[in-house]
């Protein structure tokens, strides 16, 4: 199938339309520092996507009370897997963008990364590709699961900034891959290649991010999702709920969320006789915050706190080559009828 055109060139020629892939993440702070922090959680905690509560209600709380409290702590959080490189979100987040534009080619698809909060923008970098003639855009949120939350809110930010376009591009949207038959293969040789060199614990525990259980109660299909991503996961290594369990992280707040909480499983196991446990995140496309300082630091804490020897924490798949090339798989099957490539190794 051959290229579309853009408008014509002040010199009359039609330049060859182009499709790129924008890869979502959530975003992260420029810096670990109070100030950094304040600006991006004001962002991220203004999304009426992220808190659902009336702005009457929230905008007194959130700048009266969290925004006031919460960045010196979170910045502490951050400086604590802070790299050289900087925020272990966006290195991990570039290098994915960098391999997966190599995997196609070059004058075919163009892969960038843009965040939901903080930079680069989802605005910035769609304005930016359509200044340079994209006409074909694929929007991959890096988040397995769909919830209102996250992927919902990725799809505000890319449809927001395609409203200041006068001529906007074609746009094709992937809600979730969490059932996806190499996103599991994925997440299993993981696993597997972990087992490999460190041996396998007593448990293998998955824990998800968290989500309020109203929001699965007004429709939102996250827990389904999660149950169906660790019950294919289970099956492909041959195991039990009880040696690998399912869990959900990262709680804030009174109200109830989806359950069991990964923190009360942390609490309660040494004390049933688990004394060596093993966790995956898989709704983590990247290691953050979430995954290095909440699990493999605080986790880890408060497990051999409560009685237990060893907390192993097993990296997301990040940029490895098995994460590379399913998301390259599941990127050429939503290019079909765009590109030549989507028939190659789809």
């Not at 330049?15 to 962002?43: D, F, H, M, Q």
């Not at 505000?156 to 591009?169: G, H």
């Not at 991010?209 to 099956?235: M, V």
């Not at 909480?261 to 966790?279: A, F, S």
Request: charged share 25%.
């Amino acid at each position: 199938m051959s290229d579309i055109i853009a408008s014509p060139t002040a010199s009359g020629q039609m330049p060859v339309a182009k499709t790129a892939v924008l890869l979502v993440n959530l975003g992260t702070p420029e810096a670990p520092t109070a100030t950094a922090v304040r600006r991006y959680l004001a962002e991220f905690l203004s999304d009426p996507r992220v808190i659902e509560t009336p702005r009457w209600l929230w905008w007194p709380i959130l700048h009266g009370v969290i925004l006031r409290i919460r960045p010196a702590r979170s910045a502490h959080a951050y400086s604590s897997i802070w790299t050289g490189q900087g925020s272990p979100l966006l290195v991990h987040s570039r290098e994915l963008a960098a391999k997966l534009c190599d995997a196609f080619a070059p004058d075919s698809v163009r892969v960038e990364l843009g965040m939901r909060y903080g930079n680069p923008s989802v605005r910035e970098t769609i304005t930016r590709l359509h200044a340079e003639g994209v006409r074909r855009l694929l929007v991959l949120p890096l988040y397995p699961q769909y919830s209102a939350a996250s992927t919902g809110s990725a799809f505000d930010a890319v449809t927001r900034a395609l409203q200041a376009l006068r001529w906007p591009p074609e746009l094709r949207f992937i809600n979730d891959y969490h059932d996806d038959t190499r996103y599991v293969d994925a997440l299993a040789a993981s696993v597997q290649a972990y087992w490999r060199d460190h041996g396998r614990a007593q448990k293998l525990l998955l824990s998800f991010h968290g989500l309020p259980r109203r929001c699965i109660d007004r429709g939102d299909p996250y827990l389904d999702h999660c149950r169906a991503t660790a019950q294919r996961l289970r099956a492909r290594l041959d195991l039990g709920e009880e040696e690998c369990a399912l869990s959900f992280q990262s709680r804030v707040g009174r109200e109830v969320w989806i359950q069991p909480y990964t923190e009360e499983l942390l609490d309660r196991w040494p004390g049933e006789g688990v004394r060596r446990i093993q966790i995956l995140c898989p709704g983590f496309a990247a290691d953050c915050l979430e995954t290095l300082e909440e699990i493999a630091i605080r986790g880890r804490a408060r497990f051999i706190a409560a009685g237990g020897e060893s907390l192993e924490y097993i990296p997301a798949l990040n940029a490895e080559r098995t994460h590379v090339d399913m998301l390259a798989a599941l990127i050429r099957r939503h290019l079909q009828g765009w590109t030549k490539e989507a028939h190659a190794g789809a």
